[in-house]
């Protein structure tokens, strides 16, 4: 499945998120790499979340804590370079809209991405 969506900026909770003990372990065993520090925002339309919504018997889980919870996920390439993954953290502020991509590198730096920008992401 590709999605189009548009680069923005998220609320920079990512980075405190993603660097959690309770998460780093199980991010290298399930996601198969150690993750950068930080999320790639993208909106994407109403159709798209909606399919993606119909996905969730093939999202893997992140187990979190009593304080910190489950996040699930989807494999999935940005821009037919980037391997990575699709977080739903099952606490989240983000509208349905509103996707995680999460990769080794920081991507904005890496493939030069500002807001507004739009990429393809491929659904593994």
């Known amino acids: 499945m590709e ?3 548009k680069v923005i900026s998220g609320t920079h909770k990512g ?8 998460y780093q ?4 065993e399930k996601l198969k790499f150690k993750p950068y520090p930080g999320t790639l925002n993208l909106e994407i339309s109403e159709e ?6 119909k996905m969730q018997d093939k999202m893997g889980v992140i187990e ?9 996920f989807l494999p999935a390439k940005l821009s037919e ?3 990575g993954a ?3 953290p099952v606490r989240t502020q983000h509208a349905p ?5 999460v990769a080794q590198e920081n991507l904005r730096s890496k493939l030069k991405l500002n807001d507004g920008d739009e990429v393809i992401l491929e659904i593994n």
């Not at 980075?15 to 309770?22: C, G, H, P, W």
């Not at 979190?64 to 699930?72: I, P, R």
């Not at 809209?97 to 991509?101: G, K, T």
């Open 97 to 101: 809209e509103i996707l995680e991509f």
């Open 86 to 88: 699709i977080l739903f």
């Open 15 to 22: 980075t405190y998120f993603m660097s959690l003990d309770v």
């Open 48 to 53: 798209c979340a909606r399919e993606i919504s």
């Open 64 to 72: 979190g804590t009593d304080n910190y919870g489950d996040v699930k």
């Open 25 to 28: 372990d199980e991010f290298r």
């Open 81 to 83: 370079v980037v391997d």
């Open 3 to 5: 999605i189009k969506g």
